[in-house]
């Protein structure tokens, strides 16, 4: 029988799709998918409109934006083919690195064959790079205990209520892994305002992938600003180890967080550096759409050492991280104003 031969609602079509309830809406505000509607208004899936929303699903994963992907499904061949031509191209780097590793262990089995044991090095060359890990005594409030956090994930969320202790803990671990960037509030400076800019007109590919990641995100709703323009700036740097942000949310309107979140998880992937945010708005940290690769650290108001909590009902720590978000209207009348000069 065919997994769709049954028609989903508008949860079920999401999880199967592997993206979020607000991603479903999305594509149908923009006229990419038409689900039917029952006599109460809710929408329903079936095995054609969910075959439609599987190809937006993969073409949003290659890296289009929704105009381009609504112009693909009308038959616009070049901007297909200039998508396959960049994802061939990180698949072929994939299988070489594969391909090099195979050849390696084929040469060492020579070796040990003829009596060669393998030259200092070597060895490591054949594993994959495993996931990162960090570990650390931690900062005051919690007293010098050891925090130990393996298996980083590509996108990480930072979350604790006020005086918990998140912002030591973030600025921390950008200390701790090689490599590391923290970028806080005084981004919205005007002093570091001006460097984010300079960095732009001096430096042509990472203007151009600022401007590519903008127009992917204001085609996904968001709204032009400078604080997004920073955040931009910091993403798309080229850098070696994790980036760290403070409240990643700060001057970005509900649309624009919503957008974010959503290149976020296209961008950042297992093959890059990872990203920290901290965060207190449900807009970036939709508990209902937190991905595989995607953890929650989450600084317990009783400053208990960090955690690492489940996105999921009933998992140690869950309810207190739900407690902890607030809508971006909310955040927008409780948050402090940024500092400017």
Known sequence: MNDFAVRLNASDAARRLGVSNKALRLYEQHGLLSPARTTAGYRVYDAAEMARAAEVVALRALGLNLAQVASVLKGDRQTLADALAIHEATLDGEIRERLHRMDTVRSLRAGLDAGRMPAEGELPGLIEQAAPSVAFDLPWPWGRERFEMRDIRPLNYIIGSLGSG?????????????????????????TSVAHALQSLEHNAALRSAVTRAEGWLLDDGAESSQALTVLLVALEAERAGALVIDMVEQELTQPTQEALIRYLRHAVGP???????MTRSSSILDLSAVGPHEAIILCPANHSPPVRVAPYAGAPGFEAVATCLASPDVRARVAAPPLMV
Not at 171 to 190: V, Y
Not at 271 to 277: E, N, V, Y
């Open 166 to 190: 998140k912002t030591r803990l973030a600025m921390q671990l950008a200390q701790a892994m090689p490599g590391g960037t923290f970028l806080g509030l005084d981004r919205l400076q005007e």
């Open 271 to 277: 093959r890059k550096p990872p990203c920290f945010l």
